[in-house]
């Protein structure tokens, strides 16, 4: 059974920058494309940014140029640093796999004040 742990979350001001962190457990995660998603309140989840094991990236149009997607294989880690955040950057945070979903974690939750 996969695991996914995500942290580093919290309360910013608008322009500031968080780094949030992803563990996985349970999975060959080097193989594994993975992805940040999030939810803001009252929407639905959406895809952030992605991974390929290989370790090209992708971005949703809205926070290219501010947040940039890392992995550490031998730490089974995924990482997003956050800068320049924004009001409508808030939401709760999630890690999973780029693709085929693993069942998701916790999450955690980023809170942007203007």
């Known amino acids: 059974q996969v695991q996914l742990v995500e942290s580093g979350g919290g309360l910013v001001q608008a322009g500031g920058s968080l780094r949030l962190s992803c563990v996985a457990s349970?999975?060959?995660?080097?193989?594994?494309?993975m992805g940040w998603y999030r939810q803001a309140p009252g929407k639905q989840r959406e895809w952030v940014a992605g991974?390929?094991?290989?370790?090209?990236?992708s971005y949703v149009d809205s926070v290219k140029g501010r947040f940039t997607i890392s992995r550490d294989n031998a730490k089974n880690m995924v990482t997003l640093q956050m800068n320049s955040l924004k009001p409508e950057d808030t939401g709760v945070y999630y890690c999973?796999?780029?693709?085929?979903?693993?069942?998701w974690g916790q999450g955690t939750q980023v809170t942007v004040s203007s």
């Open positions: 349970g999975s060959i995660f080097s193989l594994d494309a």
């Open positions: 991974i390929a094991s290989g370790g090209s990236t």
């Open positions: 999973n796999r780029w693709g085929l979903l693993f069942p």
